[in-house]
């Protein structure tokens, strides 16, 4: 041990008593009773967010580019999988040059994304999210609206 421990009496050598560590913890938790429902909504607001960019977006892209190489998007029937896997159901693509995605399209809840194509809303696709409840339509994220 160090030199100076041995000049130390046992009073000067103590820890939190139950009082400060309580005093502490109670700090703590009013701090998070502030600050924690600022940002109670947040995560669904992000979830939100990540589902737009990917239909506005990444998913967009991507069957954008199989359009580009195959001169139509995939068919209801082949779903986004055509975007990751060649399809092998009628109309074969004769120009596939995939994957244009790395993973299974899933939106941020868990849930895979509609697609239909020819769309009913749009001529070229719809593609959509059911949202975090999939069974309201008042949560639902479009490509058409």
Same mark, same amino acid.
Request: aromatic share 4%.
């Given at each position: 041990m160090h030199r100076s421990w041995r000049f130390l009496n046992r009073r000067q050598i103590r820890g939190f008593t139950l009082i400060e560590i309580m005093l502490v913890v109670i700090i703590i938790?009013?701090? @998070?009773?502030?600050?924690?429902?600022?940002?109670?909504?947040? @995560?669904?607001?992000?979830?939100?967010?990540?589902?737009?960019?990917?239909i506005e977006v990444h998913l967009a892209t991507a069957l954008k580019l199989y359009e580009l190489d195959n001169g139509t998007f995939p068919t209801t029937n082949q779903g986004l999988d055509a975007l990751r896997v060649k399809p092998t159901t009628n109309p074969v693509p004769s120009h596939w040059n995939g994957p244009y995605i790395e993973k299974k399209a899933v939106d941020p809840w868990g849930h895979a994304y509609v697609y239909v194509s020819p769309g009913d809303n749009r001529n070229d696709y719809d593609l959509s999210s059911k949202g975090k409840d999939e069974h309201k339509e008042d949560d639902d994220i479009t490509n058409w609206k």
């Open positions: 938790g009013a701090l @998070s009773a502030m600050v924690i429902p600022r940002f109670a909504g947040r @995560s669904e607001q992000a979830k939100q967010a990540a589902a737009q960019a990917d």
